[in-house]
């Protein structure tokens, strides 16, 4: 994952966040699957057992992969004092 503030602020310090965008570089994937990546902006969120489609998710993404890696560029920010998590599976998951 890279984010558009290359310099991040030590809010630790007293620096003010700021909000960010993600870009996500999916690998590893198979031409014409289709898969989903989920967004969760809280680890009380993101699910234990890995059922994320029923999950508490703050977005999603579905796309069709046309080769083996995907750039997924978030519209939604990141804001820098807080934690943002992202998982890419298969669509529709397997039973």
């Known amino acids: 994952m890279y984010v558009s503030y290359i310099d991040e602020p030590n ?14 570089e999916i690998a590893n ?13 809280s680890l009380n969120d993101y699910p234990k057992d890995g059922n994320y489609s029923t999950s508490n998710y703050t977005s999603t993404n579905l ?3 046309s080769k083996t890696s995907y ?4 519209p939604k920010t990141i804001n820098s004092s807080g934690c943002t998590y992202y998982v890419t599976t298969d669509w529709p998951p397997p039973s």
Do not use: P, Q
């Open 11 to 24: 809010i630790r310090n007293g620096e003010n966040a700021v909000f960010m965008y993600g870009t996500l």
């Open 29 to 41: 994937l198979t031409v014409g699957n289709t898969y989903v990546t989920f967004r969760y902006d």
């Open 63 to 65: 796309f069709t992969a």
């Open 71 to 74: 750039v997924y560029v978030d």
